[in-house]
């Protein structure tokens, strides 16, 4: 049985990787936010917002009415294959931000989540120069400045990442059939 509170708020998170877009359940409780994860402590993603409603209606949930933005796997991955000077950075934030949340529902430690100066400064770093924050000019032009520690914080954090997909994520079959 699923355990919710009337506070909770359900959403579709949609994502790209492999070329496949993915959908999945992500939860906003008081207290924290993560994906939805089955009662193996796993998460479910699903061919299409469709399919994705169907498990709502079936956990006894609503969707809040949202157009999910797309998080772009692919592109980060492309760019740890191959880093290019310029960090992709709304990409690896909105890449960053759902393994947070992965880990989150899962219960799984996350590097991203270990505060401590590099990883600080790199989070901050990808916030600026995502242009999330009202700064200045100097303070852009050293935003798309990576130091080499840097630029290692942020592989190692996005690769754990992409290692707790692979161990979590599964594509859950259509939950109508």
Known sequence: ???????WKYYPAWVRVHQRDRFLLWVERPENEGLWTDPQGRVPSFDNMAELAVLAGLL??????????????DSVRAWLEKPA????????????????DLASGTGAAFLGSRRGPVRNRVFDKLYDCAGFWRISLVQAR????????ERTKLRRVLEQGFRLWQKYVYRAPNPAA
């Open 60 to 73: 006894g949930v609503s969707l809040a009415v949202h157009q999910p933005e797309l998080i772009n796997f």
């Open 1 to 7: 049985m699923l355990e919710h509170s009337r506070s």
């Open 142 to 149: 050293q935003a798309k400045q990576w130091r080499k520690e």
């Open 85 to 100: 000077k310029q960090v992709p950075c709304n990409e690896c934030l909105a890449v960053w931000n759902l393994f947070d």
